[in-house]
Every structure is written in C-alpha cells, then in structure tokens.
C-alpha cells in the first residue's frame, strides 16, 4: 500500500453520518453552490474544429454564456480562477484577454492556475475557497486549454534543477505520462483486454449520449473559423464533440499498436485524446445567491487533493475518493454518478475496480477516452457533466469527480444535487 499525503483540503458544510450512511439534505446560507455551468465542444487536437481557435477566444464563449445564461451582471463576479496548463505563465495574459472578450470590466480581477490535469477542478477549489474565507460571495471557475497551438512539452529536464536526477522521487515527476500508465498497468495486473473493453464503453456511452442530445443542454455554441491545407477561410459553428467514435470496436482496439513501449499495454484507442476546449461554473454563497433568485444546480460538499508516488500518479483517485468522501459523511453506496478522468483506461480501470464502484456508475455519458482531455479545462468540464446527469435525474443525489494528476497527485470534489 503506498502511503501518501493530504496535501489540500477545503470542505463546504460537512455532516456527521446520520446512521444510514447518507448526509442529510440539510442546507445553510453559507454552502458553496453550483448556479450555472456551460462547456465548448471538445476538438480534436491539430485537425479537429478548433484547430485554429486561441483559447481566449474558448474561454470567452463559456464565461459570456454562463453568465448571460445565469442572468448574472459581471460587475457582480468577486473573482474570476481559470485553470491552464500549456500557456506561457500558466496562460495569465490570456484569461485577462478572454475577460475583456467577454464584457468583464477591469475591475473584476483574474488570475490562472496549473495543477496540471486537475487546474480546471483546482480553480473551483479556488473560487470556492474565497467564498468560504469570506473574501466573495460569487466568483467563476473556468478551465481552457489549446493543444493544438500548444503541445505538451518532452521529458526534458532542461529546465529544472542539475540535481533531479539524484533523487528518485524528483526523477519519477518527469516520466512521461503513458510510461506511468504502463507503470499502473504492469504493478497493478490491469490487461490490455480489459482497458480496451472500458475504451470501447466510453465511445459507446458518449455516442448514445450525443445521438439523444444529452451533451446539448452544457454545450454553448462556438462560431469560429477553420483553415485548410490551402489557406482557405471558412466560418464554422461548432456544436459537437469530434472525438466520439461511434464506430470502434473492440477488434479496432485490439489491433492498435503500443503507444509508449513495444510491449505495452496502452494504446492510442484506451487512452485520452489530446484536445481543445473550455468550461466554466458560476459558483457563489447559497444566500447570495438565493437573494439574487438565482436557481442552485449543485451544493459542493467536499473537496480533497492529495499525493501519491508519481510513477503511478493514475492511482490519485483511490486515495482522493475516499478522503473527500470521508469528509462529505458518505459512503461509495451513497453515490449516485461518478465522473473519473479517464486519463487512461489502465488507471481507471484500476481505480474503479479498487474502491469497488459498479461501473454502471462511472461515467455514465463516456468520458476522456471518447472525449477528449483538453488539459486545463477537463476537471471544471467534470463537474458541468456531473451536475447536468444529476438534474436529469430529478431526484436528490451525490457525485463525485475525480481525477489523477501529472507529478503524482489525485483530486476529488463531492456534489450534492438537491432535487427538483
């Protein structure tokens, strides 16, 4: 068992269990709550829809929607936390940019965060942070990322310290992420066949989803433009997702070749997509924003990161599920739906298969397999999709988001959705 370290918690009203193992549905002015929360369709990286968008130009179509769609003057925002990983600066200049594209005025102050595939979950932490110390009342947590203007950097140890290479520890934290994929796969007896048969079901469960216009009500339309080989303009509104294969099968799966190591296990087909997108969540104090009329999607109950060996950093959610669950008073079973990143399917696999989650729950409308996982923005686009499958429900539920993180780390968020 690795031993690892709480090393962020904030928590929204937590409850002691009331014998039955759910938390009551009691509620108070001062819970963090969910008003509204829109993503952009998700592009494929360097060939897909937005292949030629910045991301300032992504991030202004989920703020100006969420707040227009909210009804929300953006005078009112204390704060504005956007989650970024590939920008220079963690993308500073770019949020500030993204602001003025949407009619923020200058005094609404911003700034980004990189917590490398949990920033767009970090950033909700953030905001929801600054409310409970009183700092806010409403503020919004948005995530972005451009994967095709910016690539993911090499393993290179060019800009970090001569002496990494005499600590094992700091030495894991630059291997690349498919080799601690085959890390997880290898030390923790996850198969080839058995991540292939979770790819194909994030394909299958996004494509349904897609087919019935379930991606409909948290997609905000974005009109954009597309470049040809020939230079050649075209304007485009983008609506849908393009990395849905409704097609794939498990026979495609399995000729695929390793994608990190000869003899590997995981693929181009069980793994994330290298992608482009956004979202965004108003989020703000229940008094605040029952005052202002303002209808509440979700109540964030817990919230957890913690770290884990970062050769295995796939592992993060087995350690920050249960932390955040702890903390919110519930159990696994009192879950309704959980969103885990599917950075890869060794390790979620691997993580849902160790907190013993019937996969019914997981995931239910597919995830980053068949998604795509624009770095920055993933973790807030969870959180949009979870709360979402919990209204459709209509009935009060928990869930939970989940994901691993680069260097070795995991994160965790429990939402309670309060029922229509």
């Known amino acids: 068992m690795h031993r690892v370290k709480v090393s962020h918690l904030i928590s929204s009203n937590t409850y002691e269990p009331d014998g039955t193992g759910a938390a009551p549905a009691a509620t108070c002015p001062d819970d963090i709550v969910v008003v509204h929360g829109l993503r952009t369709a998700i592009g494929k990286a360097k060939r897909g829809s937005f292949k ?87 503020g919004l947590a948005c995530g972005v990322e451009s994967m095709s203007l910016r690539s993911m950097g090499s393993s290179s140890t060019g800009d970090v ?28 007896g996850v198969s080839r066949d058995k991540q292939d048969a979770f790819a194909l079901a994030s394909h299958q469960k996004a494509s349904r989803a897609q087919q019935v216009g379930l991606w409909d009500q948290e997609i905000v339309p974005v009109t954009t433009k597309l470049v040809d080989a020939e230079n050649n303009e075209r304007v485009v509104t983008v609506t849908k997702d393009d990395g849905i294969r409704p097609g794939t099968t498990l026979a495609g799966l399995a000729q695929l070749r390793p994608a990190f190591k000869p003899d590997g296990r995981s693929t181009a087909g069980n793994s994330s997509q290298v992608s482009d997108g956004a979202a965004a969540l108003l989020v703000g104090r229940r008094s605040v924003v029952e005052a202002r ?32 669950l702890e903390r919110a008073g519930l159990t696994v079973a009192d879950v309704d739906v959980f969103e885990i990143n599917e950075a890869f399917a060794s390790q979620a696999v691997y993580c849902v298969e160790k907190l013993g989650i019937p996969m019914e729950k997981v995931n239910p409308n597919g995830g980053a397999i068949a998604l795509g996982h624009p770095l920055g923005c993933t973790g807030t686009r969870q959180v949009v999709t979870l709360l979402n499958e919990l209204r459709r429900r209509g009935k009060r539920g928990y869930g939970v988001v989940a994901m691993c993180i680069g260097t070795g780390m995991g994160a965790a968020a429990v939402f309670e959705y309060p029922g229509l």
């Open 293 to 324: 009329g303002m209808p509440v999607l979700g109540v964030l109950r817990a919230s957890v990161v913690v770290g884990v060996p970062p050769d295995v950093m796939g592992i993060g959610p087995t350690y920050a599920i249960p932390a955040a």
């Open 52 to 138: 030629d968008t910045t991301p300032d130009e992504l991030l202004s179509a989920v703020m100006t929607g969420v707040l227009s769609r909210a009804g929300l003057s953006p005078e009112k925002l204390g704060d504005v936390c956007v989650g970024n990983v590939l920008q220079p600066g963690a993308g500073a200049t770019m949020a500030r940019v993204a602001q003025f594209l949407s009619g923020l005025p200058e005094t609404v102050p911003v700034y980004t965060v990189n917590r490398q595939c949990a920033s767009g979950l970090q950033a909700l932490f953030n905001i929801a942070g600054a409310i409970r110390s009183g700092s806010i009342d409403m």
């Open 161 to 188: 310290s001569y002496r990494l290479m005499d600590n094992d520890k700091a030495r894991d934290c630059v291997v690349p992420m498919g080799i601690t994929s085959e890390n997880v796969a290898e030390r923790f």
